[in-house]
């Protein structure tokens, strides 16, 4: 799981071209939007894309639980790790 | 203008004056020299702006392209693009990869009848394009000649026989137009070096009632008027390339009691129309120079300025960069760039607007927002900070101070118009003309800071 969490960080600052954010600036337990690393609407889409691509998760866009996997990077995580094991 | 000789010397050194009998049989003695050259483009590199003069209008008179280049360096014609077959210059010794024409080997030449070119020959100049690319301009000779009636229409009185100085390159258009040719064409005398130092303005002073041909890159760097030449031995002084900030401006008009005269236009356009400080209130409206009519057309971001007149590079109506209104007693309000106004994710956003907000901020001194290309189109910012900002940049690092300004604009703006690339540069990038050069803060995103 704490492996899973590095490699999110790391794919957050890659795919989203955060400039200064180093993986030990992003708390696994803060929001990704808004106050937290204020990440935007369009962040939210390319994260998203680049989330499904390297996990072969499913993301159901209508899934109101969408806003809760992406709300940090713990929660995406716990998602991960949730689709993984099914 | 007159094509009878004048009496005063045509320029002036530290070394003596050079009168007009000198200087016309220079350019007959430059002509002579250039027959034998089969160069068609010739660049024109001079130090001494008595022989820029003299090149210029023996480049002109036998029908060659003059190539001023954008620097007086060997790789400034390289990068400018300009094929050129050679190059004419009191320099030879830099300029070894071209075939050179040493300015001063000409012996002078002919009688001293001043024959001014013809008005259809070329000056081939180069500004910085948006692009950042060096952009070809050409202007006519006539171009030049009748912007100079224009300018001497306007001020001609107020300079009287003033000696001309200046703390601009004659090699940009501006200087090329103020510095040399408006005192050539009109009969005054032009000192034949840049000035770079005030105390270089104040020595010639001393002896000569003169104007002072500036820019605000040394009219914003005068630490106080008191080092600029006694008010009252300055006919005028003109300020171009980029708007003088307005505590300068005031600050000049009340502690030495000279306000510039500020020339808005490119060298695309030519001059379009000045002011002068007189109170804040009066500060946006600019008058048109003589001669010159202006347009507003409707576009997406605004109205934008064309200008017509006989000085514009291109006949007809010619767009400027910038958006404008006009005043009803008929005086311009420049509203800022055209391109300020960009559209990310189908949003539109001024930067102007942004760029002020983010002034008003306790750490910012100073802001340029530009558009950033890449996967995602989005803002850069260039924020000069002050002591206050400087302070918590070396305390806390780049990222809680980009977040801390970041979410000073979150209260305006939308998430996806924020700038997601920011730099904290100690001075913003500007050129010899006081100018923000687009190009230069592109520059500081090319890698990461």
Known sequence: MNNLIEELKQLIITSLDLEDVTPADIDPQAPLFGDGLGLDSIDALELGVAVQKKYHVKLDASSADTRQHFHSVANLAKFIESQRST | ?449
């Open chain 2, 1 to 449: 203008m007159r094509n009878v000789i004048p009496t005063r010397p045509v320029a002036i050194s530290e070394h003596g004056a050079l009168d007009q009998t000198a200087f016309w049989r220079r350019v007959h003695g430059l002509r002579a020299a250039l027959a034998s050259q089969p160069a068609q483009r010739v660049a024109l590199v001079c130090e001494d702006s008595g022989w820029f003069a003299a090149g210029m209008l023996a480049l002109a008179q036998t029908g060659r392209i003059c190539v001023v280049p954008q620097a007086p360096q060997a790789g400034s014609i390289t990068a400018s693009g300009a094929h050129v077959g050679a190059v004419l210059t009191d320099r030879p010794g830099e300029f070894t990869e071209f075939t050179t024409l040493a300015i001063g080997d000409a012996p002078p030449a002919g009688d001293a009848t001043a024959s001014l070119p013809d008005d259809d020959v070329c000056i081939e100049c180069y500004t910085s394009g948006s692009s950042g690319m060096p952009k070809c301009v050409l202007k006519a000779f006539g171009q030049l000649r009748r912007e100079v009636a224009a300018l001497e229409q306007q001020w001609g009185e107020q300079l009287g026989d003033a000696l001309v100085l200046g703390t601009i390159p004659h090699y940009h258009l501006y200087g090329t137009l103020v510095r040399v040719l408006w005192p050539l064409l009109a009969g005054r005398t032009f000192v034949t070096h840049t000035c770079v130092q005030a105390a270089e303005l104040r020595r010639w002073a001393a002896q000569h009632r003169c104007v002072i041909v500036s820019s605000p890159a040394f009219l914003q760097r005068i630490a106080a008027p008191a080092e600029l030449p006694p008010a009252a031995q300055v006919a005028a002084v003109f300020s171009s390339g980029a708007p003088l900030a307005d505590p300068f401006a005031e600050r000049l008009q009340r502690d030495w009691g000279h306000a510039p005269i500020e020339i808005y236009g490119s060298t695309e356009t030519g001059g379009v129309a000045w002011r002068v400080w007189s109170g804040s209130a009066e500060r946006p409206y600019w008058r048109l120079l003589p001669g010159v009519q202006t347009e507003l057309r409707e576009e997406p971001a605004g109205m934008r300025l064309w200008v017509k007149s006989g000085f514009t590079w291109q006949s007809g109506w010619m767009a400027t960069g910038d958006l404008a209104r006009r005043h009803d007693d008929g005086r311009l309000v420049l509203l800022g760039r055209a391109d300020d106004v960009v559209k990310l994710e189908d949003k539109r956003v001024s930067l102007s607007e942004m760029r002020t907000r983010l002034m008003a901020h306790a750490w910012v001194e100073n802001v340029r927002l530009l558009l950033l290309a890449g996967p995602r189109r989005s803002i850069g910012a260039v924020v000069i900070l002050n002591a206050a900002g400087r302070r918590q940049l070396a305390a806390n690092g780049k990222l809680p101070t980009s977040r801390e300004l970041r979410n000073w604009l979150r209260r305006s703006y939308e998430p996806v118009l924020l700038p997601r690339k920011w730099r904290f540069p100690e001075a913003l990038p500007d050129n010899d003309m006081g100018k923000i050069e687009h190009a230069n803060l592109q520059q500081l995103f090319a890698r990461r800071a």
